[in-house]
Every structure is written in C-alpha cells, then in structure tokens.
C-alpha cells in the first residue's frame, strides 16, 4: 500500500488517510476524522457535537518527498451553545488558514533566513501569502515587548522611501536588539515611546545615545530628565561626513574643468573609512586631497574628530574638543564652522561619553541591519510589517 509510508509519518491527531492520490507534480491526501469526537468551536473553544454543514477543504501541508502536498479534510461548521453557528477549529490548521500550522511555522522560519520573494519561489506560494503567514508569526512573536531592565539605549532615525517618510527605532545596546518602532521623527514620535515604557521603567534608564537631532533632545529632556543623552561617535561622524560633502560640492563648483575630473565622483571615497579603500582608491584619494587644500582639511578634521570619544576624562575630552574647534575655526570652512556651533551647543552631550561610553560599532551594525532589511522588506508598502521585521533582524537569535 503506497499510503503505508505516508500514513506513518504524517502525524495529525484524529484523522486518518483514506486515500492518496499523487498528481503531476503534488500528492492530494484525503483524510477520515473520528467525528465522535465532536467539533471545537474556532470563537470559543468550546466543543460541541452539534454540526450545521460541511465541506471539502483543501490545506497545503509539508511536502511529500519532492512533491506538493494537499490534505483533502470535511471541515464542519459547528451549532456552538455559546456562539451559534461557528466554522469549527481543526487541530493543526489555524482558523481561517489554508496551510497545517506546521507548513506555516516552515514558512516563517526560512523568512528569517531569507526573502520572502524567495520563499514564495521556493514553496511555489503566492508572495501575498508568504508575507501573511510571516507577519502572523512575527507579530505573535513581538505582541508583549520585553522592556524589562533598560539601562543603555540609543535612538536611531531611518529614512525610507528616499527621505519622504521616516522611523523613529529605539534600541536596546546591552542586550543588542531593536525594542521599539515608530512611524516619523518628531518629538510625539519618541514621546509615544516614553509613554509606552511607563515612568517606572524610564526611570531606570541611565543613558541614550541619540543623533544631535533636537526633537529627540526634547523628548528625552521632558521624559527622562534622569537619563544622560550622548552624542555618539557613529551619528555625529554621520553628521560631519555631510559636511565634506559639501564642501566637496562647493569645491566642485569653484574648480577648473580640469579639477572638475578629479573632484567628480570620490563622495564614496572621502566618506568611506580609509583602510576600508582598495589600492587604486586610495591613490585617487590621496591625489584629490593633494589637489585641493580645503576638502584636504576637511578631510583631516574627520579623523581628528574622531578621537574625541578615545577620552575617558571629561578634561581630556574638554581639551580634545576645545583644540578641534580651534583648527576647524581656523579653516575658514563655511559649512565646517557652522558644524562647529552645533558641536559648541550639543557639547554636553559629546563630554557624556566619557561616563557612557555607548558602543558605537554594535549601533551601527544595526543600523547596517536594518538597511538590509529596508531593501528587502520595505517594497511591500506594509508598514507594520517593516516594523516587524527589524525588530526580527535587530534582535538575538
Ligand atoms: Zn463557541
């Protein structure tokens, strides 16, 4: 009997082959239910013994060796005491599914390793399906947020849709992973983040690192006002990387045509971290900073900037920045003297580091996470999706 092997394997509570009929490509297999056992209702639990009507179901299961494989089961629709009449609950289906709960926890988890667009092609489903079955899973994976023994956090702002729209993300730095999400950048954005946590929790917090970003500022300053804010060495690079490329562009625009050329396409290389640069980058690099003294010295300032966060006293750390903004004054830079107001007016929140030395590589790992992620997830126009799948990939395995 070829259902032998199946029969043996196929592992379902209260159900029984009764015939397997294998197709080009896929095997139907129909299944007997011991009906003595009644039906359970999918709103209550309850069961019942009551039936109102019946029909054919058709539920995509684990394969069968290479092929497909459907179970063909009558699916009742139960008289419920409570509720009336109500489609009844199978045991290894969910309600209102079309995929055995074991197809659907496959599913998840090669969404945790892989596109979705590629699980799809893979398991031959419809995408819309795969993304259903992936956010059911997700968000009963993140319905109750841990938010228990928050002491480091950062707060990290992610563009999407090519700056139009953006997220607030919300991280927690000792145990690595994201905790929240919201949707824009505003000072409500964070405070619904506050609110969530509750004073008590917040109260508990002892530093967030953030971007020199004055919504959020103000958001921490007005819920948290016991938690030091620092000013990380990942966003405020961040931010002073802008600067070179503008003063690479003003550069751009004041050269000969001749510098024009060697001007023209090196944001990547002024911007990328040196000893990340192949060979002949570097000597393009080194040719440009010859070439022109003011990207030169921006240039210089970067890495000099950089140091700042080595101090672990705030007189060093004092002295390091003082010497800084003295140099970057002295440029007569335009866009690097106005970054240098913007350092003098966030200076407390530089000289914090040297009590919470926030951990700038494990922020921007993440950060590179999620940008990942925005490429992967984000062409599915679901928000909420979005959001669960950074939490996914922002969280220990
Ligand atoms: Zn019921």
Not at 211 to 222: F, K, N, Q, R
Request: proline fraction near 3%; charge should be positive; glycine fraction near 4%.
């Amino acid at each position: 009997m070829p259902e032998n092997i199946i029969a043996q394997w196929l592992k379902l509570p209260n159900v029984e082959i009764s015939e397997v009929v294998t197709r080009n490509g896929y095997t139907e297999i129909y299944l007997d239910r011991d009906e003595s056992l009644g039906y359970i209702c999918s709103n209550c639990g309850q069961r019942s013994f009551w039936s109102w009507d019946t029909r054919l179901v058709r539920i995509r299961d684990l394969s069968v060796f290479a092929y497909k494989a459907y179970l063909n089961i009558y699916k009742y629709r139960t008289n419920c005491p409570e509720c009336g009449v109500k489609i009844e609950k199978l045991d290894f289906v969910d309600s209102y599914s079309r995929c055995t709960t074991r197809f659907e926890a496959l599913v998840a988890r090669l969404c945790r390793i892989t596109s979705l667009k590629q699980v799809a092609e893979l398991l031959e489903l419809d995408w819309k399906t795969v993304k259903d079955i992936d956010k059911k899973y997700l968000k009963k994976q993140f319905a109750i947020p841990d938010y228990d023994n928050l002491r480091l956090l950062a707060v990290d702002e992610i563009a999407a849709h090519k700056g139009h729209k953006y997220f607030t993300v919300v991280m927690d730095l000792e145990r690595t992973r994201v905790i929240w999400v919201g949707k824009d950048r505003t000072q409500k954005t964070l405070n619904k983040f506050f609110k969530e946590l509750g004073r008590k929790r917040t109260k508990k917090i002892e530093a967030i690192g953030c971007d020199m970003w004055d919504p959020y500022i103000a958001s921490i300053e007005e819920n948290a006002p016991g938690a030091k804010i620092v000013f990380d060495k990942f966003h405020v690079i961040k931010n002073y990387s802008k600067v070179i490329d503008k003063v690479r562009n003003i550069e751009f625009k004041k050269a000969t045509e001749e510098n024009k050329e060697a001007i023209k396409g090196t944001k990547y290389l002024l911007l990328k971290n040196r000893n990340k640069l192949k060979r002949n980058q570097k000597e393009r690099l080194q040719s440009l900073l010859e070439l022109n003294e003011n990207i030169n010295i921006a240039y210089i300032l970067k890495d000099a900037l950089k140091r700042l966060w080595n101090y672990k006293s705030v007189g060093c750390a004092n002295r390091c920045l003082d010497s800084w903004i003295s140099t970057a004054l002295a440029s007569e830079i335009r866009p690097v003297i106005n970054f240098v107001q913007t350092l003098n007016r966030h200076r407390y929140g530089l000289i914090n580091h040297c009590h919470y030395p926030i951990n700038s590589g494990k922020l921007e790992g993440m950060n590179n996470k999620i940008k990942v992620i925005k490429r992967i997830a984000y062409g599915f126009h679901d928000d909420e999706y979005f959001i669960l799948k950074i939490k996914q990939g922002c969280s220990p395995p």
